[in-house]
């Protein structure tokens, strides 16, 4: 397995994807995010896969169980796993994010275009 490189504000901030599996590692995955104005991960939870997300354009609002945070660019906010969490954009311009999954949690070289096409793949 080889390492990675990448300058991952330019990378992220240039994704248009819902999600873009960058690197997966044995025990970290890498992967870049979009959301538009108004949509969200959906509710979810990783029982066994710890989460990380860094946030470079736009605002939204983070769930993780009954707590809530307003994030922007340059925030980061940390899911343990078991936590019930969610993200959902409340501006007016795309979300942009990257996150790291700690166990992986997608298949490598995942890349959905939309949020419709990765709840059809899972």
């Known amino acids: 397995m080889t390492g990675y490189y990448g300058k991952i504000e330019e990378l992220t901030l240039k994704n ?3 999600r873009q599996v960058l690197f997966t590692g044995k025990y970290t995955q890498l992967v870049l ?4 104005p108004g ?3 959906g509710l979810e939870v990783h029982d066994n896969v ?3 997300f860094r946030f ?3 605002e939204s ?3 993780i169980g009954t707590d809530e945070f307003t994030v922007k660019d340059g925030d980061v906010v940390i899911v343990p796993a078991g ?5 959902i954009n409340t501006s007016s311009a795309d979300l942009k994010l990257y996150t790291l999954y ?3 949690n997608h298949p490598d070289g995942t890349v959905h275009k939309t949020k419709e096409e990765a709840e059809a793949a899972e």
């Open 56 to 58: 470079e354009a736009g």
């Open 50 to 52: 710890d989460q990380f």
């Open 61 to 63: 609002k983070v769930v």
């Open 83 to 87: 936590s019930k969490h969610n993200i």
């Open 16 to 18: 248009t994807n819902f």
């Open 33 to 36: 995010m979009s959301l538009a």
């Open 102 to 104: 700690s166990p992986p």
């Open 39 to 41: 949509e969200e991960i």
